[in-house]
């Protein structure tokens, strides 16, 4: 009780919420862009799982035949998807034998490395894909449109920060 005493008039107000020393004002418009940010994650997150519950599929699913189409030719190795999906070999194993057995992907052998195969996307998971996630993105593309080129450069920018703020961060370790 006698550090409550000892507080004088002259001392800054405590900050509510954040660990920033900015001006109040700053503090405010930092807090802002913060919780729209975390507002939007949230929204992702969630439309991400009503996506994965209508197709049926678990996150990694989803984000491997994600990642499949976005290549050229719509195929990978599995080894490319353990690094990106940061899994086991035998995770993806399992993984891909569920997505061959509902249509959405195909081994394939390869032709340089008979020992090795391919998986692609199927014609199936890309019409799936696309129809379960067309209206979303068409919404998402409206607003980025609607934007003056300037804000659009600034978003980008943020958002680039923002990603290298977080990737630049290690995990903490507890001291044993």
Do not use: C
């Amino acid at each position: 009780m006698a550090d409550v005493d000892a507080q004088t008039s002259e001392e800054p107000p405590a900050t509510a919420g954040y660990w920033y020393d900015e001006s109040p004002g700053q503090r405010e418009r930092a807090r802002r862009v913060l919780e729209a940010l975390r507002t939007y994650r949230a929204a992702e997150s969630a439309m991400r799982r009503r996506t994965r519950d209508s197709m049926s599929m678990g996150e990694n699913e989803l984000l491997a035949l994600r990642f499949l189409l976005r290549q050229p030719d719509h195929s990978a190795r599995p080894a490319e998807l353990v690094k990106y999906l940061g899994v086991t070999s035998a995770s993806i194993t399992t993984m891909l034998d569920r997505l061959e057995k509902t249509g959405r992907i195909e081994r394939l052998a390869n032709p340089a490395d008979r020992r090795s195969i391919f998986v692609k996307a199927t014609t199936h998971a890309n019409e799936e894909v696309r129809e379960t996630l067309g209206r979303m993105h068409g919404l998402m593309y409206d607003v980025a449109v609607g934007m003056s080129p300037e804000a659009q450069e600034h978003v980008v920018d943020f958002l680039r920060r923002m990603s290298d703020a977080v990737d630049g961060v290690d995990p903490v370790v507890p001291e044993s």
